[in-house]
């Protein structure tokens, strides 16, 4: 059944933003919005020669594809970008042993922040030096697990948390290095849910109000903690420059500060991760080396203000790095045009999966794009709506995208730019089991995160 007919009819031009434009050829596949190894052939998508309907015989659906190779190559992108920094991946984007060991690999250290995500990293076999733990509201058995294993860095939230860790410290004659997430007060622009360096927030120790002078004072004179250096993160999809920049010279002015004040010197300064990637077409990140230069800069230009050594930096990217190399493999069950306003239509295109594998377009309002990925279409472009199969009206995964007016049950699609918070933030709503991680390498598929199942569920279902 065809959608042609009033597809591209009636006001429809009001119903979409205005930054998507009608494809002149709606088979085309955007680039940079696509992991590298994937291209369109004889119709249909493939990555790194393997089709998408291959991938979903042998897999099903809905299932993320993960392209390996794209992903060790962001990574290598940001440790050449910030030689001779420490490139942290920050595992709350996407964690499982085989990316945390990818990530290693690739000379990456590790940003975790839970029991759960070390449990990972240690599965991985990851050594504990190389991870650095995070958290505003760290359980006691997390900062008792993270001082015994001896994770390399601990950055603190907290004055109650200060006390607490030099308490569990001394109990086991440990000293770890501490950092302390600043509050820079920067307000970047991102959803407000994401950002965290705005003044009414729960992360970190505000610069303003001179919580964050105090908190390093206390760890630098706490009997078991070692002063490592200061924390600033400022938030989440940010392209803005100019707020990193900002950021960062203002945590740099207090990292300055504090050694004249204290006559100490921090070794470390850690600019966070929060760099924007490209979701649709209107998204246009920065290449991580101009982001490493700008912040270099800046780093540079207040050390050399206050005359003291420039510390070794390190940064912290989650999205930039695993959000691009992945794509989310739907099959499409009913497609259903609804009529709005002045006789335009939009196509309702549901999937197998939604909101419980991707709750980003509900929480952030977050924009997504598609394409009809099992085969190329002739159909003229309707504006379509790609959503799930959850009890919920806001079970939106893309809300905008020209499809194919032809689309039809049976039909694949693909979600590009899934990697980031999809999977690491599902549910299983409606006892909807998560889908897989399928990781492609070398022309080769393999599982790296298996698919929940109903009887997963059930068999936490005590009765
Ligand atoms: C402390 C910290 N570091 C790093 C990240 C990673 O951010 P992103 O995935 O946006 O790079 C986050 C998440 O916003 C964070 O809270
Ligand atoms: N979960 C958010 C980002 C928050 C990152 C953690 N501080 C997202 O999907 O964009």
Redesign the pocket.
């Known amino acids: 059944m065809s959608h042609e007919a009033g597809a591209l009819h009636g006001d429809f031009a009001s119903l979409r933003p205005s930054w998507l434009g009608v494809p002149e050829d709606v088979n085309a596949l955007v680039p940079d919005l696509w992991p590298a190894n994937v291209e369109r052939a004889a119709g249909t998508l493939h990555i790194g020669g393997l089709s998408v309907e291959k991938l979903a015989a042998e897999f099903g659906t809905p299932a993320y594809v993960f392209d390996e190779d794209d992903f060790r190559a962001r990574c290598r992108a940001w440790t050449e970008a910030f030689e001779g920094a420490d490139v942290?991946y920050?595992a709350?984007?996407f964690c499982s042993k085989a990316v945390l060991r990818a990530a290693a690999e690739e000379g990456l250290s590790v940003?975790v922040?839970t029991a759960g995500e070390i449990a990972v990293a240690l599965a991985a076999g990851l050594d504990p030096a190389r991870l650095g733990l995070?958290g505003n509201n760290k359980s006691l058995a997390e900062l008792h697990q993270a001082v015994e294993i001896g994770i390399g860095r601990i950055?603190v939230d907290s004055l109650q948390e200060i006390e607490r860790l030099d308490t569990i410290a001394g109990e086991l004659g440990r000293r770890p290095m501490v950092m302390v997430?600043v509050n820079v007060g920067v307000e970047a622009h991102t959803h407000e849910y994401?950002a965290?360096a705005h003044e009414d927030q729960k992360?970190g120790f505000s610069l303003a109000d001179g919580d964050a002078y105090e908190a390093a004072r206390r760890v630098a004179h706490a009997d078991n903690l070692e002063l490592l250096g200061l924390?600033s993160?400022i938030?989440?999809?940010i392209f803005d420059t100019a707020a990193f920049e900002v950021s960062a010279a203002r945590v740099a002015r207090l990292h300055a500060q504090l050694q004249t004040d204290l006559d100490i010197t921090l070794a470390e300064l850690d600019l966070?991760?929060?760099?924007g990637m490209a979701y649709t077409t209107q998204d246009d990140p920065q290449p991580p080396a101009v982001i490493a230069a700008a912040l270099r800069r800046i780093v540079d230009r207040e050390c050399a203000a206050a005359s003291i050594d420039v510390p070794r930096l390190s940064i912290?990217?989650?999205?930039?790095i695993v959000g691009p190399s992945t794509f989310t493999l739907y099959e499409v069950g009913t497609v259903k045009p609804v009529t709005l306003s002045a006789g335009a239509s939009r196509l309702y295109v549901s999937v197998d999966g939604g909101i419980s594998d991707n709750i980003r377009t509900a929480l952030y309002d977050a924009t997504y794009s598609a394409t009809l990925a099992s085969r190329s279409s002739t159909a003229t472009p309707a504006l379509a709506r790609v959503v799930g199969k959850h009890c919920e009206s806001g079970d939106i995964v893309v809300k905008d995208e020209f499809l194919p007016a032809d689309i039809a049950p049976g039909d694949l699609i693909a979600v590009p730019g899934t990697g980031?918070?999809c999977r690491s933030m599902g549910s299983n709503y409606n006892h909807v089991p998560r889908p897989p991680v399928v990781a492609v390498r070398n022309g080769e598929a393999r599982v790296i995160l298996a698919r929940e199942t109903v009887e997963d569920l059930l068999r936490l279902d005590l009765g």
């Open positions: 942290f920050a709350k984007a940003d922040c995070h950055v997430r994401i965290t992360f924390h993160h938030g989440s999809q966070g991760g929060g760099f912290e990217p989650g999205r930039s980031a918070y």
